[in-house]
């Protein structure tokens, strides 16, 4: 089981992100991983060497004249283990393509990291072959043998919290969904899009789905916890 935290860009503070970690606890069967915005990075796991990090974006080139970019090596040395790629919001805010989240992931997974690759559609009723077209692109450069650390969140747009109109995807929903991708990509798959206390279950219930991506619930410290609770009751 994987529940992954995207804070996405927040908190405001430092010592808002730090007090967010102080509630984290550490769970036997469940792995937890922190996103925190990159800058915040290097000191949150120099402080809580428990706790599992990753970061929500990163570049390929390992160096060099590409303003505003880190580097995999720089996400490693501050210390993140897992790296977020083609969440929506990069995708519809920031132009990233199919093609460059296949450069992000591959590079990411033959540099040793645990990747979780976000796919999804933007309308409720969009034709499933959009995803797994996404899908099949957004993984096209990975080598076989780096599959096993190849996470698949997959978070349909018009259900994430913050998205204009949102509504909350059924389990069976995300299951069905879910279930048709992993017979196209056969990796782990997780599920993200307004996961609360009072979802949650329903949706790890589900056979196919392993985890879960939290967004606005993974900064309300009490919540995430309670989150995490359920999780380990009915890991997998
Ligand atoms: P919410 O949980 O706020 O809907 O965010 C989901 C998400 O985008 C996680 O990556």
Known sequence: ML??????????TFSEAKELCRGVSGSEGVDVVLFPPAVYLRQLAEAFPHILFGVQNVYWESEGAFTGEM????AREAGAHYVLAGHSE??????ETDEMVSKKVAAA????FSVILAVGEATKGDDKSIV?????????NVAETDMTRLTVAYEPIWAISTSENHEDATPEYAQ???HTLKQEVAVGYIYGGSVSIDNV??????????????????LKKDEFNEII???????K
């Open 3 to 12: 529940i992954g935290a995207n804070w996405k860009m927040n908190p405001r």
């Open 71 to 74: 580097s995999l090596g720089m």
């Open 90 to 95: 990069r995708r519809q805010h920031f132009g």
């Open 109 to 112: 997974l033959a540099k040793g």
């Open 132 to 140: 797994i077209e996404s899908l099949k692109r957004s993984t096209q």
């Open 176 to 178: 069905e969904m879910i």
């Open 201 to 218: 279950a329903g949706f790890l219930q589900q056979p196919d789905i392993e985890g879960a991506l939290v967004g606005g619930a993974s």
């Open 229 to 235: 609770s359920v999780a380990r009751s009915l890991k």
